[in-house]
């Protein structure tokens, strides 16, 4: 079953997605507003994870001209936490804009003080050093604005966010999220780690609740305790999804 722990084969296509518009931005920007988001599926599943990034370009005029998305590659960032798609999204901005006067937005706090300290995060000791490394001159005239996440119209009535900061959030957080989606493992390799790891739960429990008899009474029985009808049902579902996957795997 070892095949369980490794790594799923991605999906055959290209992950890298962006408006017919995308090659014509830059080199230089002035005045633009720039949503960077990152997203990640299955992260509870280290041989699952799948991070992906977006980059969602407004002019001046807050009319929406350019975006760029995708799931990031493996070789980027092989834990694909989420967190990689927005740092990953800043380096697909300043692989295509060499730099300019323009307000990059960002709700992810961390990614924000990398992006305003771009020689701190591509020092050595930095876990993404390699994904800041050459970025300072790019991004050394860029205001950098931390944009609340998660929030709702309430938000806007409250003035916690303006309407426009919301939408261009939203975008970018839908965008990270096709790609990121785009990588995704298939459903029968998630059914198999989720019923792998609902049956290591049980032998814990089980584990637990002997340990307590065996205290209690000196002997050790098959059930510490009468299962429930509920996790008989529990246990039977997990065992045919194992099952399925150990067929699936010899085929």
């Keep these: 079953m070892s095949e369980l722990f490794q790594r799923p084969p991605r999906p055959v296509g290209d992950y890298l997605q962006f408006s017919i518009s995308w090659p014509d931005l830059g080199p230089y920007l002035d005045g633009e507003h720039v949503f960077v988001d990152g997203s990640g599926y ?4 280290p041989s699952l994870r799948t991070a992906g990034f977006s980059v ?9 001209i350019a975006e760029a998305w995708g799931a990031v590659p493996l070789s980027e960032a ?3 936490l989420a967190r990689d798609g927005e740092d990953y999204g800043v380096k697909v901005l300043t692989d295509t804009v060499a730099g300019g006067n323009y307000r990059l937005c960002i709700d992810c706090l961390a990614t924000v003080r990398c992006a305003g300290s771009p020689e701190e995060a591509a020092s050595a000791n930095s876990q993404r050093a390699h994904l800041w490394a050459g ?6 005239d860029v205001t950098v604005v931390k944009v609340k996440a998660h929030l709702d119209q309430k938000a806007v009535r409250d003035g916690l966010i303006s309407q426009f900061e919301l939408d261009g959030n ?12 785009a990588a995704r493992a298939a459903t029968d390799d998630i059914h198999v780690l989720e019923g ?3 049956l290591a739960r049980q032998a814990a429990q089980f584990a637990a609740s002997q340990e307590v008899h065996i205290a209690k009474t000196g002997s050790w029985t098959p059930w510490a305790s009468e299962p429930s009808d509920s996790s008989i049902w529990a246990r039977g579902q997990t065992m045919r999804t194992v099952k399925q996957a150990a067929s699936r795997l010899r085929n």
């Design 42 to 45: 299955d992260q509870a599943y």
């Design 56 to 64: 969602v370009v407004y002019d001046s005029g807050l009319r929406l």
């Design 78 to 80: 092989p834990e694909q």
């Design 135 to 140: 970025r300072a001159e790019r991004v050394q």
């Design 170 to 181: 939203a975008r970018a957080d839908m965008r990270a999220k096709e790609g990121a989606s």
């Design 196 to 198: 792998c790891q609902a």
